[in-house]
């Protein structure tokens, strides 16, 4: 009987599978020492050398890779995925979310299902708890995102950024064409496509959004 050739690459790759896997596991119980708490550390994975502050708690299938770090008393999971993405102090990453690269999450920001973040930065305190996109965005403080909200950032050639102000509502289903603008305070009704910047206080809705009020009065 002829025997079976072996290629030297996987026995290369199985040691260094198994050292990766040793890595991993001595620095989640090195985490959970240092007062994380990992639900189920046999469906999480967690890259070695991952920062995770205090009081944090990672559940089940979720994923931590990259040059990623997260501050103390987040909630993580289950099945999230977060890729060089760096988190504040109390976050919540919900079900199914995905952070993606150069996502930078300030304390206090909620983040729900299915929720995914790329190349942004979300203020403190704000909001967007369901089925939303938000990529190339730089979201200011205690704002909130309504579920299906996209930030379309490509137009087929360029990668374009959206700039929400503090304390702005954006109604569900708003699709924010980029690059734009939404002022400080400035409420976008549901279902509305934005095209054009928004000035701080002034109402939109609509398809196209159109002006329901003047800029900073009537709410």
């Known amino acids: 009987m002829p025997t079976k050739s072996v290629n030297p690459t996987d026995d290369e790759a199985s040691?260094?599978?198994?050292?990766?896997?040793e890595a991993r596991t001595a620095h989640a119980a090195s985490l959970a020492a240092g007062g994380v708490t990992i639900v189920d550390p046999a469906t999480t994975y967690i890259e070695a050398g991952i920062e995770i502050g205090s009081g944090s708690i990672i559940r089940p299938n979720t994923t931590i890779s990259g040059d990623s770090a997260i501050g103390e008393r987040c909630q993580i999971g289950p099945n999230a995925v977060i890729e060089d993405s760096r988190l504040d102090d109390e976050v919540m990453v919900g079900p199914f979310c995905h952070l993606r690269a150069g996502a930078r999450i300030e304390s206090g920001v909620e983040l729900g299902n299915?929720?995914?973040?790329?190349?942004?930065?979300?203020g403190r305190g704000t909001k967007s708890h369901h089925f939303s996109y938000i990529g190339d965005?730089?979201?200011?403080?205690?704002?909130n995102i309504g579920a299906g909200t996209v930030t379309c950032n490509y137009d087929g050639q360029d990668k374009h950024r959206t700039v929400i102000e503090d304390?702005?509502?954006?109604?569900?289903?708003?699709?924010?064409?980029?690059?734009?603008?939404i002022g400080r305070g400035a409420v976008t009704g549901a279902g509305s496509v934005v095209t054009k910047d928004v000035a701080a206080?002034?109402?939109?809705?609509?398809?196209?959004?159109?002006?329901?009020?003047?800029?900073?009065?009537?709410?």
């Open 15 to 21: 040691r260094r599978f198994q050292q990766d896997l």
């Open 114 to 122: 299915f929720v995914e973040v790329k190349a942004s930065r979300i």
């Open 137 to 143: 965005a730089d979201i200011g403080e205690n704002v």
């Open 167 to 181: 304390g702005a509502f954006i109604g569900s289903d708003t699709m924010l064409v980029a690059p734009l603008r």
């Open 201 to 219: 206080g002034e109402q939109v809705a609509g398809v196209p959004a159109k002006r329901l009020n003047k800029s900073g009065s009537d709410g």
